[in-house]
């Protein structure tokens, strides 16, 4: 089968072709059927720093954002049989039940979790054919497309980051980068009730910040054309956001970024992976004006509450794949990976693998 890896600790993907793997009693075999680029492969693929954790684990199939049919079942394999159509959790192995992470829903933080990252320090789902043990997959509603599933983990995040902000009918919101997660952030604040939504990015994000306005936000601007922190206080009386959301991961704009937020009740939320460190005046700009600095990383029970939205909210699903711009060939891959780097698209998805 072909499949897209990271072979070293440099920059690039290579397209290899490999065997289809071989399951074991308890492990079932999924045939991908869509399989969407992350912001944090394209960081992979570029090599720029944040991801010398990955070193050891390589070379490595990438890919998490994904989902497929069962074509095989190990014997004893209960939840799930051939045939059916499931999403990719983002650990092979699911996580291990018992911890504290665990029972309260926070499967995400778990350590056998963790150990087992799909697309990380496991093979994941930029190939034909993907392994994992039944735990690793979870079924996808029938209301739920193959693509819809693939956008599951990114909408989960946005989803997180909403409920993280305490997010309530009316507030106003800042969104700092217009790309996957951003734009995703975007949808569930609107569709969780927020109320003015703004939304900004650099001149090179222009089609971005044009899909921004086709999913609701209220007005749009370039940071480098307009000051930050000017537009957002004339757009909300001189008092700024009830919510920032920081999905750029730029460390230029995020002092910026937090005193956009009201003082005394203004929540920032950080989404964002920094290629470096970030300095931050502290004392004026979070301690005396009594803001919040949260970082969000997915959260309680992601996959069943975003499954469920995403089954029920047809028309929030509709409108969170309205971000996928390209489809493409599993063998384009490294032309996929530079239309990410030149922000050609937004969310670009693998959706044939052969
Ligand atoms: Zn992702
Ligand atoms: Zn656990």
New binding site residues.
């Given amino acids: 089968m072909k499949a897209v890896i990271k072979r070293g600790a440099f920059p690039g993907i290579e397209v290899v072709d490999m065997p289809i793997p071989e399951i074991g009693e308890d492990e079932v075999l999924v045939k991908v059927q869509a399989s969407g680029i992350c912001g944090s492969d394209v960081h992979v693929y570029e090599w720029k720093g944040g991801y010398d954790w990955l070193v050891p684990y390589l070379p490595v199939v990438l890919g998490h954002e994904f989902s497929g049919i069962v074509v095989g079942a190990g014997k004893m394999v209960r939840k799930v049989k051939e045939g059916d159509r499931v999403l990719a959790r983002t650990s092979v192995t699911g996580?291990?039940?018992?911890?504290?992470?665990?029972?309260s829903g926070r499967?995400h933080?778990?350590?056998?979790?963790r150990e087992n990252l799909t697309g990380w320090k496991k093979n994941g789902g930029f190939a034909e054919y993907y392994k994992a043990k039944e735990n690793g997959v979870i079924l996808l509603p029938d209301e739920v497309s193959f693509e819809e599933g693939a956008l599951a983990e990114p909408v989960s995040i946005g989803g997180c980051a909403v409920d993280d902000a305490n997010l309530t009918i009316g507030d106003s919101c800042l969104i700092i980068g217009p790309g996957t997660i951003g734009l995703l952030t975007l949808v569930m604040a609107k569709n969780a009730g927020a109320g003015m939504c703004i939304v900004c990015g650099t001149k090179k994000d222009a089609a971005r910040l044009r899909k921004a306005v086709e999913l609701g936000a209220d007005k749009v601007f370039c940071t480098d054309e307009t000051d930050l922190q000017d537009m957002v206080m004339e757009l909300t009386g001189g008092q700024g956001v009830d919510v920032v959301f920081e999905a750029s991961g730029a460390a230029a704009v995020i002092q910026d970024g937090v005193e956009c937020a009201k003082k005394a009740t203004g929540r920032i939320l950080l989404e964002g992976i920094y290629s470096r460190e970030v300095s931050l005046e502290l004392s004026n700009a979070i301690v005396r004006s009594a803001r919040t600095v949260k970082g969000t990383y997915s959260g309680r029970v992601a996959w069943e509450r975003t499954l469920s939205w995403l089954a029920y909210h047809r028309e929030g699903a509709a409108q969170c794949a309205k971000i996928i711009t390209h489809r493409t060939n599993i063998k384009n891959a490294e032309a996929a990976f530079e239309r990410c780097v030149k922000k050609e698209n937004i969310k670009e998805m693998f959706t044939s693998f052969s």
């Fill in positions: 996580s291990c039940g018992n911890c504290s992470y665990c029972v499967r933080f778990c350590e056998v979790h």
